[in-house]
């Protein structure tokens, strides 16, 4: 029997009731035609997750019972991952937010380079992230995870490097030219790596990159496309390195 797995907001508690989101009730109601006492599986992000049942059912709400509470922490990376992705256009940037999100990383900040094409004013700017974490949340009802990974505001690249701190970890960005592998890497537990958009980081990218004590990471001798460049470098990290 399938068990749908739904991620609210707000805190959870053994014995109480919850409003599922809207749309996740409709989809229980009106695609999956669930009923009352079906199993489901709720989280919200702090490292548990609920075996509830169906309580309430309408056309315009569902309500779940908590029944049990479980401790999946265990589902997370060992590794800190950041991901600064280079702001790519329309579903490819969905695509990267939600592979990555699967891959595990605990951080992802999307950046303005010198050749980011997208343009995003505040207004833009706030639809987007509000739909960047829409994903992101639906990628963790997929995946199992319990925590969700926190997606920042655009930033530029500059402004961006100047406020990294010592939790960042190692400061990876991936450059075609740079002589490092995944496989030459010291040991870590915590890594931040920076991805190009469409046409890759230009030279200014990589000077302000460099200042800020990042290394160059080549992923073999092929170029690889925005989408696809770091997925690849997460995914080598977790099997070298994590817990694929």
């Given at each position: 029997?399938?068990?749908?797995?739904?991620?609210?907001?707000?805190?959870?508690?053994?014995?109480?009731?919850?409003l599922?989101?809207?749309?996740?009730?409709?989809?229980?109601?009106?695609v999956?035609?669930?009923?009352?006492?079906?199993p489901?599986?709720?989280?919200?992000?702090?490292?548990?997750?609920?075996?509830?049942?169906?309580?309430?059912?309408?056309?315009?709400?569902?309500?779940?019972?908590?029944?049990?509470?479980?401790?999946?922490?265990?589902?997370e990376?060992?590794?800190?991952?950041t991901?600064?992705?280079?702001?790519?256009r329309?579903?490819?940037?969905?695509?990267?937010?939600?592979?990555?999100?699967e891959?595990?990383?605990?951080?992802?900040v999307?950046?303005?380079?010198?050749?980011?094409?997208?343009?995003?004013?505040?207004?833009?700017?706030?639809?987007?992230?509000?739909?960047w974490?829409?994903?992101?949340?639906?990628?963790?009802?997929?995946?199992?995870?319990?925590?969700?990974?926190?997606?920042?505001?655009?930033?530029?690249?500059?402004?961006?490097?100047?406020?990294?701190?010592?939790?960042?970890?190692?400061?990876?960005?991936?450059?075609?030219?740079?002589?490092?592998?995944?496989?030459?890497?010291?040991?870590?537990?915590?890594?931040?790596?920076?991805?190009?958009?469409?046409?890759?980081?230009?030279?200014?990218?990589l000077?302000?990159?460099?200042?800020?004590?990042?290394?160059?990471?080549?992923?073999?001798?092929?170029?690889?496309?925005?989408?696809?460049?770091?997925?690849?470098?997460?995914?080598?990290l977790q099997?070298?390195?994590?817990?694929?």
């Amino acid at each position: 029997m399938r068990i749908p797995r739904i991620h609210v907001f707000g805190e959870l508690n053994v014995g109480t009731e919850v409003l599922l989101p809207a749309q996740a009730g409709e989809h229980l109601s009106r695609v999956l035609r669930l009923e009352c006492g079906h199993p489901i599986t709720l989280f919200s992000g702090d490292g548990r997750e609920f075996r509830a049942e169906i309580s309430q059912l309408s056309k315009r709400a569902v309500s779940a019972r908590l029944l049990e509470a479980i401790d999946a922490s265990n589902r997370e990376s060992p590794l800190r991952l950041t991901l600064a992705q280079g702001v790519a256009r329309g579903e490819k940037m969905d695509l990267i937010l939600q592979k990555a999100t699967e891959l595990g990383v605990s951080r992802i900040v999307p950046l303005i380079t010198e050749r980011t094409e997208v343009k995003l004013d505040a207004e833009r700017t706030e639809r987007r992230l509000a739909h960047w974490q829409a994903v992101i949340a639906g990628a963790c009802e997929q995946s199992g995870r319990v925590r969700l990974p926190v997606v920042e505001s655009p930033l530029r690249i500059g402004a961006w490097a100047a406020t990294l701190d010592d939790g960042s970890g190692l400061r990876l960005a991936l450059d075609p030219r740079a002589d490092a592998s995944v496989r030459s890497l010291p040991s870590f537990m915590a890594a931040t790596l920076v991805v190009g958009p469409e046409g890759g980081l230009a030279p200014q990218d990589l000077n302000i990159l460099a200042q800020a004590g990042f290394r160059g990471l080549r992923l073999g001798p092929r170029i690889l496309r925005t989408e696809t460049a770091g997925l690849a470098a997460l995914t080598a990290l977790q099997a070298i390195h994590g817990d694929l």
